[in-house]
């Protein structure tokens, strides 16, 4: 299995509070990426990264930001959170090799529960 | 709007006989194209992928199947394990956003022994 980690594993907040969520590699994969799970929609990017610094939106950015400082670690920031965030969340990385298409490997899920 | 479309939310199947799982899609710019499995409280798992060049790619028990021109995929499996009961995701990449995936709502499949 990727060695990818996902903290916490679940958190319950309040609306309007900060939230960050963590997700850790050991595979020196260049991409990672945040999706969100909810019943009736699949995956849905949230925000990926092609390398340290490097991010941008993916479908369903609103209220996001993220952070990639070192290699292994990428952050996912609720700034204030709401109910429409509650979901849960899971992290992903990818090698991207040449040729670009690889698949992506997923971590273990955050389950984010906003009151 | 939903640019990959899994419109069987449940499937179930007997133990031993065949698994198929379809997946359609809009976007004539997806390229690349993934099964995913999950389990409930587990991330997903990569199971198989297929290039629009091929319209057949085989590991094990699973297979993947591509019709470009319907603009389809199908999964099979062969033969079914009551292990292989889990939600099916289909997912497919245009090479845009990092190679990020979109996903369908996925399938539900059921292996009763």
Not at chain 1, 37 to 55: A, C, E, F, N, W
Not at chain 1, 84 to 110: D, K, L, M, R, W
Not at chain 2, 85 to 110: E, I, M, P, Q, R
Request: hydrophobic share 30%.
């Amino acid at each position: 299995d990727a060695g990818i980690t996902q903290s916490p594993r679940h958190k319950v907040t309040e609306t309007g509070t900060p939230v960050t969520l963590r997700c850790h590699q050991t595979e020196n994969h260049r991409y990672m990426y945040w999706y969100r799970q909810d019943p009736g929609h699949g995956l849905r990017l949230i925000h990926y990264s092609y390398g340290v610094k490097d991010t941008d939106k993916g479908e369903v950015s609103d209220g996001y930001s993220v952070s990639r400082s070192k290699t292994e670690d990428f952050l996912l920031t609720l700034e204030s959170a709401t109910s429409s965030q509650t979901s849960v969340y899971f992290c992903a990385i990818s090698e991207g090799a040449s040729g670009g298409y690889n698949e992506q490997f997923f971590g273990p899920g955050t389950r984010l529960t906003v009151l | 709007d939903q640019q990959v479309k899994q419109n069987s939310p449940s499937l179930s199947v007997q133990e031993g006989r065949i698994s198929i799982l379809n997946c359609d899609y809009t976007n004539s710019m997806f390229d690349y194209f993934l099964w995913y499995k999950k389990y409930p409280a587990e991330g997903p798992t990569f199971l198989i992928s297929i290039s629009s060049i091929k319209d057949k790619n085989e590991d094990g028990r699973f297979t993947v199947f591509l019709n470009k021109s319907a603009k389809h995929l199908s999964l099979h499996i062969v033969p079914s394990q009551p292990g292989d009961s889990a939600v099916y995701f289909c997912a497919a990449s245009d090479g845009n956003s990092g190679y990020a995936l979109n996903f369908g709502k996925g399938t539900s499949l059921l292996v009763t022994p």
